[in-house]
């Protein structure tokens, strides 16, 4: 089964920083499509940024400046640098992954990581 495994959440200050990472397992034939979604208490999930295969890369205008998202694919991992960190981004991010499996072309989901920014 493919699987996304999500890490370095946690507990920041405002201000501070924290890098996530995904990492991609399973009988994939390839990633068209690689990026990080979030969701915060009381809120819909909402983009972050994704990035294409081909290096072409799509922000949340209001994150534009502060995250960037790169990505290796010969390791198939996303990760996400997330600076200045303010309470609002504080939210459980989710990796997404599409990508083409043997039935087709399949959007994955990772279970999440809760980023905490205190005030």
């Known amino acids: 089964q493919v699987q996304l495994v999500e890490s370095g959440g946690g507990l920041v200050q405002t201000g501070g920083s924290l890098r996530l990472s995904c990492a991609v397992s399973g009988s994939i034939l390839r990633i068209n499509f690689m990026g990080w979604y979030r969701q915060a208490p009381g809120k819909q999930r909402e983009l972050v940024a994704n990035?294409?295969?081909?290096?072409?890369?799509n922000y949340a205008d209001s994150l534009k400046g502060r995250f960037t998202i790169s990505r290796d694919n010969a390791k198939n991992t996303v990760d996400l640098q997330m600076n200045s960190l303010k309470p609002d981004d504080t939210a459980v991010y989710y990796c997404n992954v599409v990508a083409v499996v043997g039935s087709g072309v399949i959007n994955y989901w990772g279970k999440g990581t809760l980023v905490t920014v205190s005030s």
């Open positions: 990035i294409h295969s081909g290096g072409s890369t």
